[in-house]
């Protein structure tokens, strides 16, 4: 009698421990507010950085496409770094050919002892059905142009006027913005973080001069212009745990 209550007792201990284990895990998966950054990605250099992407790069696109059918019609790629406006190393760029392209953000939070999300997360543009367009925003109907610029068919998005051709057509692309703007591969390019209502949105852009420019409205700015109204052109890019790299 006794004996069975001491191994009932220790099935209860352990049971116990096991479910104390299991709720620290998820507690450790679960998102409670923003998370402390990690200094983990600063232990490798941006070539590192490189070379690693362009590893997962190589073996996503490349080495096993053959047998993810969204894949199949890749012929190659061009890599390159984006910054933030501290000049620090955020995204890899991946311009895939004969179109699209993959945003590789770095992980800035990840530590080694994460569970969910790894170093380098992927946003793809890559189906043949993506497109995006560029845009501006006119708070004031009095100061958008006559032509060149139609009003989408969102009403949400009522003060976004889009680039149209000569026909009012919206004009769509699959490249990235770079390589839709032709920017040198050798000037430095960006994707300047910004917050609107608490969330990050991106804005891809390069310098010039003293001033950004805007590679979704194709229109100079200075950072000290912008605010959390969001009045200004910007692409959101979001992350889930199925996109590790």
């Known amino acids: ?51 690693a992407v362009t590893a997962r790069v190589e073996k996503r696109y490349i080495k096993n496409h053959y047998d993810k059918s969204d894949y199949d019609y890749i012929t190659g790629y061009t890599i390159y770094p984006l910054y933030d406006q501290n000049d620090e190393l955020s995204f890899f760029m991946v311009d895939i050919e004969p179109y ?17 999300f790894g170093l380098y997360l992927r946003n793809e543009r890559l189906h043949s059905n993506y497109e995006w367009s560029r845009y501006r925003v006119y708070t004031d109907s009095a100061n958008v142009p006559e032509s060149g610029w139609v009003q989408g068919e969102n009403t949400y998005y009522s003060e976004r006027y889009y680039e149209a051709d000569e026909n009012g057509e919206i004009i769509k692309y699959m490249d990235s913005y770079f390589k839709v703007a032709g920017i040198a591969q050798d000037e430095r390019k960006y994707m300047l973080e910004m917050k609107i209502n608490g969330d990050s949105v ?33 692409d959101y890019v979001s992350y889930t745990k199925e996109d590790n790299l």
């Open 1 to 51: 009698m006794a004996n069975s209550r001491m191994k009932l007792i220790g099935k209860i201990i352990c049971l116990t421990i096991v479910l104390v284990l299991c709720l620290s895990l998820l507690c450790a998966c679960i998102d409670n507010g923003k998370p402390a950054p990690s200094d983990y990605w600063k232990l490798f250099s941006e070539e590192e950085h490189l070379a």
């Open 100 to 116: 699209g392209f993959v945003m590789v953000k770095i992980n800035k939070y990840y530590k080694a002892t994460s569970f969910v």
């Open 202 to 234: 991106y804005i891809p852009a390069v310098k010039r001069g003293d001033k950004w420019l805007n590679l979704i409205s194709m229109e100079e700015f200075d950072l000290d212009s912008l605010s959390e109204d969001g009045n200004y052109a910007y």
